[in-house]
């Protein structure tokens, strides 16, 4: 299939978080995500979303029209500035599906908030709106374990509820994340996914996507990698293939295994792609500048869908649309946040 991609600029209406009378507002979304904490952590977690995302196989296969989006770490204006842009009517009369690649927490101000809409999309629309999962939705990542320049999602918490409330809340939004699917087909040929593509075998042939589909869920990448046993071919086998579709391969390391932002790995994707009969990966883990950012050979496309950002505060957000043999690359000139709402380093790309 010869994909086309095309370069769309949308200048999105500007969207501020907090609104013009802040305090209020704040208030009121703080009000009822309490409510919503102390009454339904249990059943949403365990109960509505879990079940939808137990029926669900590790590797979806997903049709067009659809839109695809990069990492939020926890921007909700950014998300906020799609929704009012993308589908106004809401998502249930906006035709196509809705693909997101995971890391929805970690550095910004508002994960929680980002969690309750998306994980309330899900619920509702199960069939419309589909949550991938990237390398902060591990445990290990999300409590602040690991040396990390981002406050995380359990230190927000923290600082929001009691200590009793807050990890329970933790744990179980983590139950929920142990559920979400690693990868995701769309149209049989588009390869979509957080991180990069598997390691190749040892005597260098791809890996199947195949291998996806057997990934046992629920899965704890955190307890998993630091209790396999060496001599457990299987466990290994499937801790280096979680692995690697959370985590990009850092350049250098002379494994050729996902893609990176650097382009280390081309060949890998090549062969990956070619073993498989797909054209294209669509992945998420990348700071790219631009929102949306295509390889040398157009068959790595990066999307980061939240702006401004720690590493740089001029960053764009940006998506995909998958239309066809088209892919529409959706991105804005302009941040969301009004200059001197919220500081450029309160949202991570």
């Known amino acids: 299939m010869k994909m086309t991609i095309v370069i769309w600029r949308v200048l999105f ?22 409510f919503y904490v102390r009454k339904c952590v249990r059943s949403i977690s365990i109960s509505s979303l879990g079940n939808i995302l137990s029926a669900e196989p590790r590797l979806l296969q997903l049709k067009s029209p659809a839109y695809v989006f990069g990492d939020f770490h926890g921007n909700l204006a950014d998300l906020l500035a799609f929704a009012r842009t993308l589908w106004p009517l809401g998502i249930h009369l906006t035709p196509g599906t809705f693909l997101f690649l995971g890391d929805y927490v970690d550095g910004g101000l508002f994960d929680l908030e980002l969690l309750s809409y998306l994980f309330s999309q899900k619920i509702m629309f199960h069939d419309k709106v ?45 139950q929920v994340f142990d ?7 769309i149209d049989d040929v588009l390869f979509c996914v957080h991180g990069g593509v598997p390691r190749p075998h040892r005597d260098r042939s791809p890996r199947s996507i195949a291998q996806i589909r057997r990934i046992p869920a629920p899965f704890d990448p955190s307890k998993d990698s630091a ?31 996902a893609c990176g932002g650097s382009g280390e790995g081309e060949s890998a994707v ?16 990348d700071s790219t500048m631009e929102g949306v950012s295509v390889g040398k050979d157009a068959r790595d496309i990066a999307i980061c869908s939240t702006s401004g950002g720690l590493r740089n505060g001029n960053a764009l957000c940006g998506c995909i649309l998958i239309d066809g043999e088209t892919l529409y690359a959706i991105n804005r000139p302009n941040g969301t946040v009004a200059e001197g709402e919220v500081g450029q380093n309160d949202f991570v790309a």
């Not at 981002?150 to 179980?172: G, M, N």
């Not at 559920?179 to 995701?184: D, I, K, S």
């Not at 209790?227 to 494994?255: H, I, M, N, Y």
Request: aromatic share 6%.
């Open 179 to 185: 559920h979400l699917p690693l990868a995701a087909v």
């Open 227 to 257: 209790q396999s046993d060496p001599r457990e071919s299987d466990d290994l086998e499937t801790s280096e293939l979680v692995a690697d579709l959370l985590w990009p391969r850092p350049a250098g390391t002379g494994e050729e295994g």
């Open 13 to 34: 209406n500007s969207v501020t978080l907090p609104s013009q009378t802040p305090f209020s507002h704040h208030m009121i979304l703080f009000t009822n995500i309490c």
């Open 130 to 174: 589909f949550l991938l999962r990237g390398n902060h939705e591990i445990r290990s990542v999300n409590s602040g374990s690991l040396s990390s320049p981002l406050s995380s999602f359990l230190d927000q918490l923290r600082s929001r509820f009691p200590e009793d409330l807050a990890l329970t809340l933790w744990d179980r939004t983590n």
């Open 270 to 285: 090549r062969r990956f792609l070619a073993g498989n009969g797909l054209t294209h990966v669509l992945r998420g883990q």
